[in-house]
């Protein structure tokens, strides 16, 4: 039994400092906890919820000497937003506000004698920010406010200034997050159209809001993924392709950001820390980079930051900071190291903040750092915009794209895009301080929103816990909704690094709905041969990633076939399409290990098709043409190899042999097939090639630019499998699954 901690909340008010933490024990019936109010200084925690649940989710304020607390309660992909009342250590009531939905990032705040709740709730294609008045007496709803309509809007933060309730969320439209805040009017029936607030950058996440009476604050995390300073350089000196990171979860070059935020006569002012030269500058003018979650608060005339950074060593730290004028200081603290980038809940007692945490082992950890004296002067801020809200036209929503599509037989299959291989940091490789990785959670939204994906597997590494594979699963069920986004269960085995195992490679374990983790140190499971007799084909696949890796290479002897369907062709790390090929893996200072390319697999008798996978980087896209975007739709046309991998570009592309789909088999083939397909890209074709084991044969005499479209006779005398390249004009590439041609397979070696 493995315990943890899914989530913290500390309350500020006038009554003794308190926090509030779910727990996580990992049983028979997976996560199971309850809700606890912790007092300082007080030896026993109170339990606060009457059943155990799996609690994950967690916000609370104080008002009147009561604590308010929203509790998100995850079940069976769903999850119920309860209230809770506290008073005098005691729980006056539980009510479902939200029941049973895709609600997320519960937030509460008190205004004007109301209690109000914002979440996020997911409908479809769009995720809308919904805002609940309650009674705090009663828990009874008041009103459902829905400030926003078929956006992607997440993690709301509400603050309350006087007679103003600001409302703050990250809203992902055009290609990147946007920091938006909204007022509530005055007639408390409605939000005004929403203000951005933030950056011209990439991606403004994890807002946090507090008001002090006469302006708010608002404090967020900027980071640009590697679009422009990225690149890879085959042989030669000319510059390879710009291969851009799609954010799959993963941010780089963090930054904090701060602004204040007032209301007079209608008129929205947004104001920048004057100490800040632009309105793109952090408030720690770039010392403080790989920022994660942020905390703003105001104390006895004294604005503080708290948040975490990275510490270096796969780890994270609490920081607290105080505004002295012209600048933030860091105060005196001793370093925490936490499990996640989420930010620490606080409190203040006396003259003392108290930050409260996790540790690596999941141990609750408090620690305490002295407040500076008083008066140290707030910052001195300057205009930065200014908007009369009812001239205000509506905010941009997200329109979702139009998904390509081929009819086969009277059947269609849609082109679904996805990656196979990422990390989040739970793989103690992600945490490393350059790749930057965040949580499950935020993987698979940032695959689906700054990705741009369809689907996506999450292949964490298999050393991980019990509870963080149940936490693994419990994401990818939340985050699948069928026609929208699928998200499978995976994880990546690998035993290449453990003494006197034979190095098999490293192999990502696919399971169509849910199963077990199976760790390579667990008995039974140090080889290959343990996983074949665990698991069954319809439910599960291995696939190999990287099999020219210098590290732990693929051992080709030993691929199955039938449980093997894919093998990943292309990633950050380089191509592996054959010895001494275009994109070697300069990335990793490797070279791909001689005799276990991608070809040598294939001349060996092995069957398989193509991926791209991002791992780290967010580099390498799958695609694949399935009859449904479903976890049955798409793990069958994983099955069936309808897929193809690309250089992290949505090129459209399709081929086949005969009629034959391309991954699929001609037992018996006549002298020669006639190749046809498509690909549409997005820069000029160059280049489109079909390679077999006798040698290439270039389509381009053959390809009709206006239409997209290639066709070609191949002869098929001492062929024995096909598959096509591409490369678009500006180097990126796409490699298309093979067809094979006779019976002559590599059916495995024994373990």
């Known amino acids: ?37 912790r007092r300082t200084g007080r030896e026993e925690d109170v339990c606060l919820s009457p059943a155990a649940g799996d609690f994950d989710r967690l916000s609370a304020v104080e008002y009147n000497g009561a604590i308010y607390a929203a509790v998100g309660e995850y079940k069976n992909g769903r999850r119920t937003l309860w209230i809770c009342a506290v008073e005098e250590d005691k729980l006056r009531y539980r009510i479902a506000a939200a029941d049973g939905g895709k609600w997320d990032h519960p937030f509460l705040c008190v205004h004007e004698g109301s209690l109000y709740l914002a979440c996020d709730v997911r409908r479809g294609d769009y995720v809308d920010v919904c805002v609940l008045r309650l009674d705090p007496d009663t828990g009874e709803i008041l009103r459902t406010l829905r400030p ?53 950058m990439v991606n403004d996440n994890a807002p946090s809001l507090c008001g002090d ?12 993924p590697l679009f422009e300073d990225y690149g890879r350089t085959p042989s030669g000196e000319q510059s390879g392709p710009k291969i851009p990171s799609y954010g799959h979860g993963w941010r780089v070059n963090s930054r904090l950001m701060l602004r204040r935020l007032s209301l007079r006569e209608g008129v929205l002012s947004v104001e920048l820390p004057a100490f800040c030269a632009d309105r793109e500058a952090s408030v720690f003018d770039g010392t403080t ?61 006396g003259g003392e903040l108290i930050l409260y945490g996790e540790t690596d082992s999941w141990e609750r950890v408090e620690y305490r750092a002295s407040l500076p004296e008083k008066g140290c002067k707030m910052p001195d801020f300057r205009p930065d915009r200014t908007v009369k809200l009812n001239t205000l036209r509506g905010t941009p929503g997200y329109c979702v794209p139009v998904r390509e599509a081929v009819d086969v037989d009277g059947e269609t299959f849609s082109l679904f ?46 050393p991980m816990s019990d509870l963080e594979w149940e936490r693994t699963v419990k994401a990818a069920d939340f985050s699948n909704e069928d026609g929208c986004f699928t998200a499978f269960s995976s994880y990546e085995w690998t035993n290449s690094r453990v003494e006197d195992f034979h190095s098999y490679g490293h192999y990502s374990v696919i399971y169509r709905s849910s199963g077990k983790l199976h760790r390579v140190r667990d008995d039974g499971f140090h080889d290959l041969s343990g996983l074949w007799r665990e698991l069954s084909p319809g439910d ?20 199955n076939g039938t449980m093997s369907r894919l093998v990943e062709i292309y990633q950050v790390r380089g191509s592996y399409e054959y010895d001494g090929c275009e994109f070697d893996p300069r990335k990793y200072g490797r070279k791909i290990t001689e005799n276990h390319s991608v070809q040598f697999g294939l001349n060996k008798g092995c069957r398989f098709g193509f991926t791209g996978g991002g791992e780290h980087e967010g580099v390498g896209l799958t695609g694949v043409f399935a ?66 084991n006798l040698g290439e044969i270039d389509l381009m005499p053959g390809y009709q630019a206006g239409s997209g479209t290639f066709e070609a006779d191949c002869k098929t005398e001492g062929v024995r499998w096909i598959y096509i390249r591409i490369r678009q004009a500006d180097g990126n590439m796409a490699w298309l699954s093979p067809v094979f041609l006779g019976t002559d397979e590599y059916k495995g070696g024994a373990v």
Not at 1 to 18: D, K, L, S, T
Not at 213 to 224: K, Q, V
Not at 319 to 327: K, L
């Open 289 to 349: 980079q790989d920022a994660g979650e942020a905390s703003v608060f105001v104390h006895e005339g004294r604005l503080f930051l708290v948040f975490v950074e990275n510490a270096g060593h796969w780890h994270y730290r609490a920081v607290a900071a105080c505004a002295q004028g012209d600048r933030f200081v860091r105060l005196q603290t001793h370093e925490v190291l936490l499990y996640d980038r989420r930010s620490p809940a606080y409190a203040v007692d």
């Open 213 to 224: 009476g006469e302006a708010c604050y608002l404090c967020w995390e900027n980071s640009s």
């Open 148 to 200: 926003t309509v078929r956006e992607r809007a997440s993690c709301p933060v509400l603050a309350s200034c006087g007679s103003v309730l600001y409302l703050a969320y990250e809203s992902f439209f055009a290609g990147r997050y946007h920091m938006m805040v909204r007022v509530l009017e005055p007639h408390g029936r409605s939000f005004s159209q929403a203000v951005e607030a933030g950056c011209d």
């Open 1 to 37: 039994m493995e315990y943890g901690v899914n989530a913290f909340a500390g309350v500020r008010g006038a009554n003794r400092p308190a926090f509030l933490y779910t727990q996580a024990i990992l049983g028979e019936n997976g996560i199971q906890g309850r809700l606890f109010l």
């Open 417 to 462: 895009w996805g990656d196979v291989h990422m990390h989040s940091n739970i793989s103690h490789c992600s945490r490393h301080p350059s790749f930057h990785c965040t949580n499950v959670e935020e993987k698979h939204r940032f695959s689906r929103d700054a990705g741009g994906l369809d689907f996506c597997l999450l292949t964490d590494h298999d």
């Open 540 to 559: 599960a696949m291995l696939n190999p990633f990287h099999p020219g890796e210098g590290g732990s290479p693929l051992d080709w002897n030993y691929f």
């Open 627 to 692: 009859r449904s975007l479903t976890r049955d739709g798409i793990f069958e046309a994983m099955r069936q190899r309808r897929t193809y991998a690309t250089t992290s570009v949505h090129l459209y592309a399709v081929f086949f042999a005969d009629g034959c789909w391309m991954g699929g088999e001609i037992p018996e083939p006549p002298e020669s097939v006639v190749l046809r397909g498509a690909v549409r890209g997005s820069d000029d074709i160059v280049s489109v090639k079909a390679v077999t």
